[in-house]
């Protein structure tokens, strides 16, 4: 067998076990009118391809604060499948983000050394990435301040990364991660969670804006109005059927571009070359 062929069948292996996540949430969420979207990568499979974009390895799902509370506090309380694994940031010793995620717990789909040792393991295995959107001002000012202390309380987890790829920033932002990675060495991982959390439900005033705080700040800061996650429809996904909002084209749009229908690359995942 090729390279190709094992990676190819490595890669159907595990979207295999992303639509058994995706199948476990949706039936949660249904049962417990917990209304949830699609998001990314995922989003672009279900209204392009309706399935897996070819090359996707794996799968995110996106609430409003409120649901996302209410899937948290039905997920711990429910005896889950012998398949489902649940990461929760807070009570790991190193820190990549701040999401939590499902995990296909029963069979590794990279057994490469570093997917293996780093991040307790999660990137050997199939996973599915909880995002947030929180309140976020209108007025510029407060705008930027409330992204500005997501950053900060980011820069301060890297302090608990295995390693910190500083290639990719700017000088003035390899020297403020130094910054903030040495003064959060004086904080363990469930209190810099802890204080992440705090300050993503922080806002509570009148505003018509979204922020997705489980975003990793190195990503574009997208902002959404929020009627665009208020109404979800069914969508065709491979064999299941998964909900997706309903303002779809818009929030792709914000997302990857007006020409988000087209594939094209976008990023690499760190074992899969991924297009979208």
């Known amino acids: 067998m090729s390279d ?8 159907t292996k595990t979207q295999n076990y992303l639509l058994d996540l995706l199948s476990f949430v949706h039936d949660l969420c249904i049962e417990n009118d917990i209304k949830y979207s ?16 070819t090359w996707d390895d794996d799968a995110d799902i996106i609430f409003k604060r409120l649901e996302y509370k209410k899937f948290l506090k039905v997920l711990k309380n429910t005896e889950l499948p012998d398949y489902v694994g649940v990461y929760y940031p807070e009570e790991k010793e190193y820190f990549f983000d701040f ?22 393991g999660i990137y050997s295995f199939a996973t599915l990435d909880l995002f947030v959107l929180d309140n976020i001002p209108e007025n510029n000012i407060k705008n930027r301040l409330f992204v500005l202390k997501q950053q900060l309380v980011f820069g301060l987890a890297m302090s608990k990364r295995h390693d910190i790829k500083f290639k990719k920033y700017t000088v003035f932002e390899r020297i403020a991660i130094c910054f903030l990675s040495f003064i959060g060495r004086f904080y363990n991982i469930t209190t810099l969670c802890k204080l992440h959390n705090e300050c993503s439900i922080a806002y509570t005033g009148k505003t018509n804006l979204l922020y997705c705080t489980s975003w990793s700040p190195e990503y574009p800061g997208y902002q959404f109005n929020s009627r665009l996650f208020d109404e979800y429809v069914l969508a065709d996904f491979e064999n299941l059927k998964l909900y997706i909002t309903k303002s779809y084209d818009e929030v792709l749009k914000i997302e990857y571009g007006d020409d988000y229908m087209i594939p094209k690359r976008t990023h690499d995942h760190e074992n899969y070359s991924s297009k979208l």
């Open 4 to 11: 190709n062929q094992k990676k190819d069948n490595k890669l």
């Open 38 to 53: 699609l998001d990314c990568g995922t989003l672009i499979g279900a209204v392009r391809e309706n399935g897996f974009i």
């Open 99 to 120: 999401d939590v995620r499902l995990y296909y717990k029963k069979d590794r789909v990279r057994d490469d050394e570093d997917s293996i040792k780093l991040y307790d």
